[in-house]
């Protein structure tokens, strides 16, 4: 079973290989959407990898209002 | 059949199957364009039938198949008319897309939607119009229409009751999630699975295969299997229609067209 830590380390691993931003300028408590620089769609992008990484559902209606690394990891922590 | 480059469609035929290529940024949102080039796409179609195979629907755009339907456009258009017009306008265009989208549904060809991406909405509703759906594996399925106040207007809902069983179809309609293509594999609405940038490239494969088959055996064992679902897609066009004039949709409308934030595709 992951701790909530190993998971955020795995979301800020894959967002900055796909977003190709530096691994070292990601912290739990960023705004995903503008410290890579993403809209919505690529948020759904980033939602799917997401999904096949951890290999959960993560219904869309559950981000509502998420914008951090953190928050996004309880919810997929949630899930697992 | 001729090619066609259109504004936001286009269309070519090589070795007897027919390739669909939407291509109106920011991720093929139909409209009124869009659907004066499909209207153009079946005529054309009909008369490439005797020739042709396969039809594939695809987009060459990185965002995704489809977004659905202008939300924008409707919203703009709407607010220039009075309420009595807004409606007959709204019923013209869902006419003439139930007309386009029920002609390639019921086409003797075999049709495939080789989809990446977002396909949502409208767009989810132009793939289920096809005999087959090839995913990559990147793509999301979703039935966003209840946020705004409304139904699927497309056709889509009777069509994914014609394939799917009841419950996914209420997880769909009734949360407005999105599902990945994974899920949707499992669930039966896609055929197959394609790695990431492959849909395209499967579906022609596909193609390929269908083209070996006698086509008048094809066809009759397509028009056995695949109804039109014709009084569902009636009454949804009413259903539509009523929820229309309803004012939540307005204000649902201006929430979408006017966001300004990074994310109006999340719920």
């Given at each position: 079973m992951r701790t909530l830590e190993q998971v955020m380390d795995e979301i800020l691993d894959l967002a900055a290989n796909h977003f190709t931003v530096p691994r070292n300028e990601l912290s739990y408590d960023d705004d995903f959407f503008k410290k890579l620089g993403i809209d919505s769609l690529q948020a759904l992008d980033l939602l799917t990898r997401l999904e096949q990484r951890f290999g959960v559902e993560l219904p869309d209606y559950e981000l509502q209002g998420v914008t951090d690394f953190r928050a996004l990891a309880e919810r997929i922590k949630a899930r697992i | 059949m001729k090619d066609f480059n259109g504004q936001t469609l286009s269309c070519r035929s090589q070795g007897g199957i027919l390739e669909l290529t939407l291509h109106r940024p920011a991720c093929n949102e139909i409209g009124s364009a869009t659907l004066a080039e499909m209207e153009r796409f079946v005529d054309a179609m009909d008369d490439a039938a005797g020739e042709a195979s396969a039809l594939i629907i695809c987009s060459s755009l990185k965002t995704g198949f489809s977004a659905g339907a202008d939300l924008r456009e409707l919203y703009t258009r709407s607010r220039e008319m009075p309420v009595e017009a807004r409606t007959a306008s709204v019923r013209d265009f869902l006419q003439r897309i139930h007309r386009v989208f029920n002609r390639i549904d019921s086409s003797p060809m075999t049709t495939v939607a080789a989809v990446h991406g977002v396909t949502f909405g409208g767009g989810f509703e132009l793939a289920l119009t096809c005999d087959l759906i090839i995913a990559d594996r990147m793509a999301r399925f979703c039935f966003p229409?209840?946020?705004?106040?409304?139904?699927?207007?497309?056709?889509?809902?009777?069509?994914?009751?014609?394939?799917?069983?009841?419950?996914?179809?209420?997880?769909?309609?009734?949360?407005?999630?999105?599902?990945?293509?994974?899920?949707?594999?499992?669930?039966?609405?896609?055929?197959?699975?394609?790695?990431?940038?492959?849909?395209?490239?499967?579906?022609?494969?596909?193609?390929?295969?269908?083209?070996?088959?006698?086509?008048?055996?094809?066809?009759?064992?397509?028009?056995?299997?695949?109804?039109?679902?014709?009084?569902?897609?009636?009454?949804?066009?009413?259903?539509?229609?009523?929820?229309?004039?309803?004012?939540?949709?307005?204000?649902?409308?201006?929430?979408?067209?006017?966001?300004?934030?990074?994310?109006?595709?999340?719920?």
């Open positions: - | 229409e209840l946020r705004l106040g409304l139904i699927p207007g497309f056709g889509g809902i009777p069509r994914l009751r014609r394939d799917l069983g009841n419950g996914i179809v209420r997880d769909l309609l009734l949360t407005g999630r999105s599902i990945n293509a994974v899920r949707a594999h499992a669930v039966g609405l896609v055929s197959q699975l394609a790695g990431e940038g492959e849909a395209l490239n499967v579906a022609r494969s596909t193609a390929a295969q269908i083209g070996k088959f006698d086509r008048a055996t094809r066809a009759t064992a397509k028009r056995f299997i695949k109804p039109l679902p014709v009084e569902q897609l009636t009454e949804e066009i009413e259903i539509f229609c009523r929820l229309f004039t309803e004012p939540a949709v307005e204000s649902g409308l201006r929430r979408f067209v006017e966001s300004t934030d990074a994310h109006p595709y999340l719920p």
